[in-house]
């Protein structure tokens, strides 16, 4: 049987930028150390790898360090985010289990949204546009 290759076991798809590429032998190397350690199937590591560099390549901005020392903390941080979900053996709880009165209303929480919108500019692009009211007819 021949070894498989790299390309076979990591495939690289076209979209992914340049810039990317030169992170892509730490990307390897980290998805197959974090497979083996938590037992998680490769591929799936291989796409939350890939899902990080893509991250990375659109959120790094130029000036407090190198694309490269950027990506390779995303890789990490996104491959332990993944790989400690199946691992953490605690169930996941739901917001049926939470007590109603702890949980504000839909408006409350809507109102507190464009408050906060109205008070920081920077913030407008997350708080919901405002719903245009018709005169009934």
């Given at each position: 049987?021949a070894?498989?290759?790299?390309?076979?076991?990591?495939?690289?798809?076209?979209?992914?930028?340049?810039?990317?590429?030169?992170?892509?032998?730490?990307?390897?190397?980290?998805?197959?150390?974090?497979?083996?350690?938590?037992?998680?199937?490769?591929?799936?590591?291989?796409?939350?790898?890939?899902?990080?560099?893509?991250?990375?390549?659109?959120h790094?901005?130029?000036?407090?360090?190198?694309?490269?020392?950027?990506?390779?903390?995303?890789?990490?941080?996104?491959?332990?985010?993944?790989?400690?979900?199946p691992?953490?053996?605690?169930?996941?709880?739901?917001?049926?289990?939470?007590?109603?009165?702890?949980?504000?209303?839909?408006?409350t929480?809507?109102?507190?949204?464009?408050?906060?919108?109205?008070?920081?500019?920077t913030?407008?692009?997350?708080?919901?546009?405002?719903?245009?009211?018709?005169?009934?007819?």
């Amino acid at each position: 049987m021949a070894p498989r290759r790299a390309v076979d076991v990591f495939p690289v798809p076209a979209y992914l930028p340049d810039a990317t590429r030169a992170v892509l032998p730490f990307a390897r190397r980290y998805c197959a150390r974090a497979a083996r350690s938590y037992g998680v199937p490769l591929a799936d590591c291989w796409d939350e790898a890939l899902t990080a560099l893509l991250r990375a390549s659109l959120h790094f901005r130029p000036g407090a360090g190198t694309f490269h020392a950027y990506a390779r903390t995303a890789i990490v941080r996104g491959l332990w985010r993944y790989c400690r979900r199946p691992v953490s053996g605690r169930p996941a709880l739901g917001l049926d289990a939470v007590p109603p009165a702890t949980l504000p209303d839909v408006e409350t929480l809507l109102i507190a949204f464009e408050a906060a919108a109205i008070l920081t500019p920077t913030a407008a692009h997350t708080a919901t546009p405002p719903v245009a009211h018709r005169a009934p007819r």
